[in-house]
């Protein structure tokens, strides 16, 4: 088994004005929106920056994110941005498609501003598993995406806890 390096191109960025947040695509990425109309949401994996340093590299331990969680957990049980490869993926609502201009808007994106995009995919509903287990302590979080926008985080996550063990 190999563990070497690899390279990962940069297809756009996460913009935010005002009122909503935008995907723009690189000029050369464009044409990849193409026949993307029709689909509600797609699926963003885009690069943590400001969690990429050597030090949020190495945290493979965390202490008490979630109030009612374990008082450790393993880099790899959460959605931490300090990671080995600071990848994210989010769900992302459409709201339209500048494919002139490759530019996708959507109300919200969970990332920075400017954080950089490594790919877009469609998200198909047959990606959903009908029988998911999650364990006891995050069992009343919400069951679906749009149950998520009126939830109160700041009940579940203990916010600022990004102290390795």
């Known amino acids: 088994m190999s563990l070497g390096k690899f390279e990962i191109n940069q297809i756009g960025i996460i913009c935010q004005d005002d009122e909503e947040f935008f995907i723009k695509l690189g000029r ?9 109309e029709g689909f509600s949401h797609i699926q963003l994996l885009w690069w943590a920056h400001l969690a990429d340093t050597s030090e949020d590299r190495k ?16 880099v790899f049980s959460t959605r931490a941005p300090a990671r080995p490869n600071p990848i994210m993926s989010s769900i992302i609502k459409i709201k339209s498609i500048d494919y ?12 920075e501003e400017n954080s950089p995009v490594l790919d877009i995919k469609p998200y ?18 919400p069951a679906w995406y749009e149950e998520t926008i009126g939830f109160d985080w700041k009940d579940v996550i203990n916010f600022r806890q990004d102290k390795p063990v």
């Open 100 to 111: 002139k201009e490759g530019i996708i808007y959507t109300s919200f994106i969970d990332a």
């Open 124 to 141: 198909y509903p047959m990606e959903r598993v009908k029988e998911c287990q999650v364990p006891i302590w995050c069992q009343k979080w």
């Open 28 to 36: 050369r990425y464009r044409g990849g929106l193409q026949s993307l």
């Open 59 to 74: 945290k493979l331990l965390f202490g008490k994110i979630f109030k009612q969680g374990p008082d450790q957990m393993g």
